[in-house]
């Protein structure tokens, strides 16, 4: 096939459109938007948690003064990050928001002006002065608003990201991923409760750093290999803590 063929000449068994399993525009960034809010709370669950339980396990036995704090960890945690997210998310949807107004009004009083940029931005792509001029005229007919957003701003204006999504999705991620380490330090006996948690972290870690690196078709090993030895650099630190402090207080 030739540069020249045309969308008439391709072949039967090859349909225009999108490839199968990859993500576009109507879904990229809602995706997105919840992976990253869930792997980001998965994570934090995990290694604030482990850490605090690790810390308080460093300067006691006691199985109650661990379950509290590191309820009381979960809890905090968990609102935290759908505070944090919420307001985040909204931040950037406002922006969004001003943005596109901002577009509708130019749109409104420089429309020669607006499809000039337009076609100038599509030149500098690489398309020649009249396919530019063609493209921009086409795409402004069809639906100006969201062909000056996607090329000038690189929004969506029907895809503006949701801030109670992100909210919801990283609370929930945070909290699954905190009840593992509360779980595994309270279940085990004091004599193999550090071990315990350290392993199970260290395999929680892995697992959302391997489906971090699916999703996002990154580099698995370095995924993985960073939230592992980040979460155990911190496990490892906050009981050093918890121990001395443990030992200079009993």
Do not use: C
Request: hydrophobic share 50%.
């Amino acid at each position: 096939m030739t540069a020249k063929t045309s969308a008439a000449e391709l072949p039967d068994d090859l349909e225009a459109g999108p490839h199968e399993n990859e993500p576009h525009k109507e879904n990229a960034s809602a995706l997105l938007n919840w992976l990253r809010a869930a792997v980001l709370g998965a994570n934090d669950g995990i290694v604030s948690v482990a850490g605090l339980v690790m810390g308080v396990a460093g300067a006691t036995t006691d199985r109650q003064a661990i379950f509290v704090a590191g309820s009381a960890g979960l809890v905090a945690g968990a609102l935290s990050m759908a505070a944090g997210e919420y307001v985040s998310v909204s931040t950037q949807r406002d922006t969004e928001k001003a943005l596109l107004e901002k577009e509708k009004r130019e749109l409104a009083e420089e429309p020669e002006e607006e499809l000039a940029e337009l076609a100038g931005i599509y030149r500098a792509k690489g398309l020649s002065e009249a396919v530019a001029l063609q493209v921009a005229t086409e795409l402004t007919a069809h639906d100006a608003l969201a062909a000056h957003a996607e090329v000038e701003l690189g929004i969506d204006p029907d895809a503006l990201t949701s801030p109670w999504h992100a909210a919801w999705a990283s609370m929930l991620a945070f909290t699954v991923g905190a009840a593992l380490p509360l779980l595994t330090v309270m279940l085990f006996s004091p004599g193999v409760r550090v071990w315990a948690t350290a392993v199970a972290v260290a395999v929680a870690l892995a697992i959302t750093g391997f489906a971090s690196a699916r999703f996002a078709e990154a580099d698995v090993r370095r995924a993985i290999l960073r939230n592992v030895i980040g979460g155990l650099l911190a496990m490892a630190v906050t009981y050093a803590i918890g121990t001395v402090v443990g030992q200079s207080t009993g």
